[in-house]
């Protein structure tokens, strides 16, 4: 009886496998898996003469130009190549590029009015500046490590997907917004020449370079951007800006915006500080023992130290409220403004190396010159030099062989009785400028 049960169960399941494989059989088999559609990019261009792309990558790349010419085909490696074309007349024309392994493309000045770089994902490197772009839509490109998108006319921008950007440069676009906060690898941006009523930098710690110039911001924050040695934020309406924690900070230009007060004391890299068109009363730079360059005119100083800027080649401070000006051990500079003061005295006898010097619409009644040789440019009107003065001066002034060296004397009360060809025989040219 059990035998008999078990002879029919196995029966019954010799069957059902059976008709199972005679099942399976009927079910065809699966298709291939489809070839991985081509990597294309495609732009759209008008423009009349030669438009200029640059490719890297490897394997080969196809361009088709869009006008019934021969396709190119170019041989890709780790150098950029350069591939041009000549359009006549001005028409639409779509560039396609074919490439499989394309990771970088310059297509800028090519009057584009539309780009799509969305089925090349391998793209890690996109300049596309100065075009006529009003949309860019990079969402799909995840390896971009650095987006060249400036000079547009671009009224958004979504770079909240490309996590790898190292570099970001969007600058005089329309944006009004700028969201950065996941871009955490980011070490350079430039977003200068917008509507950006704001910018949040807090999570970009890894930031060296910051161009935010020429836009609506009227605070900015960079207290956590401890790695900026550059930060270009002038032309603002900016009313404070607090730079204590950027400790590596070589280059600070904060001009034209509203600040009263500047504190760069523990900024002691700084090499060049332009805060020129600003409300600044005073700025204390005896810190600051390696700048080179310090513009800040057009402020409100009564008083600037430089005793201790020994490295300064330029300085530019005309157009304050300074009574004295002491450069005597500043032995490097080169470019000396100090117009539009109330000096009534300036020794340059131990600034050798001048070859400009601006002292303008001052209260000086004499000035030396004959230390310095190297001197072309010297414009002293609107002072107070009589003709014995503007006589003297005229004798301190060096005869070296320097191409066009030129004096300025307007505006002072010996200027119509100064004898001129003192200066002349001496290879001098009276300016009225």
């Known amino acids: 009886m059990i035998a008999s049960v078990k002879k029919k169960f196995f029966k019954a399941a010799l069957l059902l496998v059976l008709a199972a494989q005679m099942g399976y059989a009927q079910i065809p088999p699966p298709p291939p898996p489809p070839t991985p559609a081509p990597k294309v990019m495609t732009m759209t261009t008008a423009k009349e003469g030669e438009v200029r792309i640059t490719l890297r990558g490897s394997g080969t790349a196809t361009i088709n130009w869009g006008d019934g010419s021969s396709r190119q085909t170019v041989k890709l490696s780790e150098n950029e190549s350069a591939h041009s074309h000549h359009y006549s007349g001005k028409m639409n024309r779509t560039i396609t590029i074919t490439g499989e392994n ?46 060249a998108c400036g000079s547009n006319q671009l009224t958004s921008l979504d770079v909240s997907r490309n996590v790898q950007l190292t570099v970001l440069y969007c600058g005089n676009n329309q944006l009004t917004s700028l969201d950065v906060s996941k871009n955490l690898q980011l070490a350079e941006l430039g977003c200068s020449d917008n509507q950006l009523t704001s910018l949040d930098v807090s999570r970009n710690v890894q930031l060296t370079g910051l ?57 002691v890299q700084l090499t060049n500080l332009d805060c020129f068109n600003n409300q600044l009363t005073s700025l204390d730079v005896s810190r600051n023992v390696k700048l080179a360059k310090l513009r800040c005119y057009n402020n409100q100083l009564t008083s600037l130290d430089v005793s201790r800027n020994e490295k300064l080649t330029s300085l530019i401070c005309w157009y304050n409220r300074l009574t004295s000006l002491d450069v005597s ?36 009644t004499s000035l030396d010159v004959s230390r310095n040789t190297s001197l072309k440019i010297l414009g002293c009107s609107g002072n107070r030099f009589t003709a014995d003065a503007l006589n003297t001066l005229f004798g301190s002034l060096h005869g070296n062989a320097i191409a066009d060296k030129t004096i300025n004397i307007n505006n002072n009360p010996g200027t119509n009785d100064a004898r001129r060809s003192i200066a002349t025989n001496k290879g001098w040219t009276f300016v009225d400028d």
């Open 329 to 364: 051990r500043n032995l490097q500079l080169a470019e000396l403004g100090c117009s539009d003061n109330q000096l009534t005295s300036l020794d340059v006898s131990r600034n050798e190396q001048l070859t400009k010097l601006f002292c303008y619409n001052n209260q000086l």
């Open 102 to 147: 394309i990771t970088y493309l310059t297509c800028r000045y090519n009057e584009l009015t539309r780009l799509d770089v969305s089925r090349n994902v391998l793209l890690s490197e996109l300049d596309c500046v100065d075009n006529q772009l009003t949309r860019l839509d990079v969402s799909r490109n995840v390896q971009l490590t650095s987006l």
């Open 211 to 267: 161009g935010c110039y020429s836009n609506q911001l009227t605070s900015l924050d960079v207290s956590r951007n401890v790695q900026l040695t550059l930060l270009y934020c002038l032309d603002n309406p900016l009313t404070s800006l607090d730079v204590s924690k950027n400790l590596q900070l070589a280059e600070l230009n904060c001009c034209y915006n509203q600040l009263s007060h500047l504190d760069v004391s523990r900024n």
